[in-house]
């Protein structure tokens, strides 16, 4: 079973952009299905986007187009990048592994969108 360790959070202006790393332990990280989450203050947590093991991505209608996830198995790591930041996107964003009866969170990273 992995465990996964969220960097890249911060605060940024609208319009501005942050890359999110999920990096996970072990060495079957590349079998699983690796999402990544938000939840925004008082909000309910939501997936934004998530890769197959197989590197297939789906995007929420919400940041469609705005941002990008990838995954570099040979580094165990998973990567959101995100363009075009909006208030909307201030939450803190959770990285989620799946595989099997497999489901993992990492600890999450702040990431806050104000001018």
């Known amino acids: 079973q992995v465990q996964l360790a969220e960097s890249g959070g911060g605060s940024v202006q609208p319009g501005g952009s942050l890359r999110l790393s999920c990096e996970g332990s072990?060495?079957?990280?590349?079998?699983?299905?690796i999402a990544w989450y938000r939840q925004p203050p008082g909000k309910e947590r939501e997936m934004v986007a998530g890769?197959?093991?197989?590197?297939?991505?789906r995007y929420s209608d919400s940041v469609k187009g705005r941002f990008t996830i990838s995954r570099d198995n040979a580094k165990n790591t998973v990567f959101l990048q995100m363009n075009s930041l909006k208030p909307e996107d201030t939450a803190v964003y959770y990285c989620?592994?799946?595989?099997?009866?497999?489901?993992?969170w990492g600890q999450g990273t702040q990431v806050t969108v104000s001018s």
């Open positions: 989620n592994a799946r595989w099997t009866d497999h489901n993992i």
């Open positions: 072990g060495n079957i990280f590349s079998l699983y299905f």
């Open positions: 890769i197959s093991s197989g590197g297939t991505p």
